[in-house]
Each structure stands twice: as structure tokens, then as C-alpha cells.
């Protein structure tokens, strides 16, 4: 069973950037899929985006253009590179391998 430690979260003002990074406890040079889910206040959990082993990723249309997915399989780690941050993007931020999750880290972007 993998484990998965996100970090990387905190308050940031409209427009700001952060990056996610999400570790695994062992090697994901061979897991295919791993992804980030996002689940704001009193809402359910959504799917953000993904990437799978041979590098092809994919993005919820709200977020397209504005985050960046990517993996290091050397360091057993996938970010999640956030830009053009909204309001709407606050949420607490996931990491998820097949039935695997992290503790999630929270993100919050102010007005």
C-alpha cells in the first residue's frame, strides 16, 4: 500500500502561485495514475487533474491552463504547480493513488 504526504498548501492573495507536492513512500515508477482532488467547504470532492506513467496528463476545465501536473520518479513525487489562483480554488488538496489518499493539504486564496 502506498502512502501519500501532500505539502506545499497556504494562504495566497488572487493571482498568486503555489505548488503542491504530494510524496509517496515508496517508488511510483510504476504506478500508472496518480491525481489530485480538491474538496471546498460543504462541498464534494472533485476530481483536479491527473497523470499517468507515460507522462500524458489531464485537467478539469476550470483549471486548464493554470496548473501544471507533473511527476519525478526519482524522488517518488508528483506537484501540482497552481497559477492564477482564485477564490474558487480554496479547497483542502489531495493526492490520490487508486484507493490510496493523502491527509490533504489546504489551500486558501483571498479577495
Known amino acids: 500500500q502506498v502512502q501519500l504526504v501532500e505539502s506545499g498548501g497556504g494562504l495566497v492573495q488572487t493571482g498568486g502561485s503555489l505548488r503542491l507536492s504530494c510524496a509517496a513512500s515508496?517508488?511510483?515508477?510504476?504506478?500508472?495514475?496518480i491525481g489530485w482532488y480538491r474538496q471546498a467547504p460543504g462541498k464534494q470532492r472533485e476530481w483536479v487533474a491527473s497523470?499517468?506513467?507515460?507522462?500524458?496528463?489531464y485537467y478539469r476545465a476550470s483549471v486548464k491552463g493554470r496548473f501544471t501536473i507533473s511527476r519525478d520518479n526519482a524522488k517518488g513525487t508528483v506537484y501540482l504547480e497552481m497559477n492564477s489562483l482564485k477564490p474558487e480554488d480554496t479547497a483542502v488538496y489531495y493526492c490520490?493513488?487508486?484507493?490510496?489518499w493523502g491527509q490533504g493539504t489546504q489551500v486558501t486564496v483571498s479577495t
Open positions: 490520490n493513488q487508486e484507493n490510496n
Open positions: 515508496g517508488s511510483i515508477s510504476s504506478i500508472n495514475s
Open positions: 497523470i499517468n506513467l507515460a507522462g500524458n496528463t
